[in-house]
């Protein structure tokens, strides 16, 4: 079975600074992917940014950014230029076989 | 783009009532997911179907059945309502299995009361 650790359950920011999530997990897995989902106070679950785990290279998508380190089984979400949006909860969520396994999830508040 | 439809947005039910869930994947998309997230928790994976057969099941109750149909809709059918069950309830959709099967896309959920 896999675990996902969010060891950050809140965290604020300063509007356009940068801030990192942090997240581990465990698996006996050796292809599987990593997912960042945000979820805003509507509740509705979006999707951030994705991570193979058989491909090196970090994934970024706009200010969203990873640093992916498979050995050390950790996965940071990265967000640049934090905007006043970004407030949510952020949620690491790990997929083998067929289901995805969340964290417990990280508060995020970007303050003005 | 079309997205993941799931109906009632809310519903309020009393105990030992039941319910029934409905979602509607995105075109094409012929994998189901349900998962459950109670108040301040991470969601919780209930089930899941593949072309109409369950494909892996989670941490979902005896009281609890799901189904896919023809059309690849699915129905979360929820039985003797507990007020535990109380949570909102994500249905997900993902294309074919092993063509981006890992991409799953949610619905905004049914937010469940039970009284």
């Known amino acids: 079975a896999q675990t996902v650790t969010q060891s950050q359950p809140e965290m604020s920011v300063q509007e356009a600074e940068t801030v990192t999530l942090s997240c581990t997990y465990d698996?006996?897995?050796?292809?599987?992917?990593l997912f960042w989902y945000k979820q805003p106070p509507s509740r509705q679950m979006i999707l951030v940014i994705r991570q193979e785990a058989y491909k090196q290279q970090n994934a970024t998508e706009n200010r969203f950014s990873v640093n992916f380190q498979k050995a050390a089984k950790s996965f940071s979400l990265k967000i640049s230029d934090s905007q006043l949006g970004d407030t949510a909860m952020y949620f690491c969520?790990?997929?083998?076989?067929?289901?995805?396994?969340f964290g417990g999830g990280t508060r995020l508040m970007v303050k003005p | 783009a079309a997205g993941v439809i799931q109906s009632p947005r809310h519903l309020i039910k009393e105990k030992r009532e039941t319910a029934t869930l409905k979602c509607y994947p995105i075109p094409r998309h012929d994998t189901v997911y349900w998962y459950q997230q109670g108040p301040g928790q991470d969601p919780q994976f209930l089930i899941s179907?593949?072309?109409?057969?369950?494909?892996d099941k989670g941490s979902i109750p005896d009281r609890f059945s799901a189904q896919q149909f023809s059309d690849y809709h699915s129905e979360l059918n929820m039985s003797s309502l507990e007020l535990g069950d109380s949570a909102l309830y994500f249905c997900?959709?993902?294309?074919?299995?092993?063509?981006?099967?890992?991409?799953?896309?949610f619905g905004p959920g049914t937010r469940l009361t039970v009284t």
């Open positions: 997900a959709s993902s294309g074919r299995r092993g063509q981006k099967a890992y991409e799953q896309y």
């Open positions: 969520a790990f997929y083998a076989g067929n289901m995805l396994t």
């Open positions: 179907f593949y072309e109409k057969m369950q494909s």
């Open positions: 698996t006996s897995e050796n292809n599987y992917y």
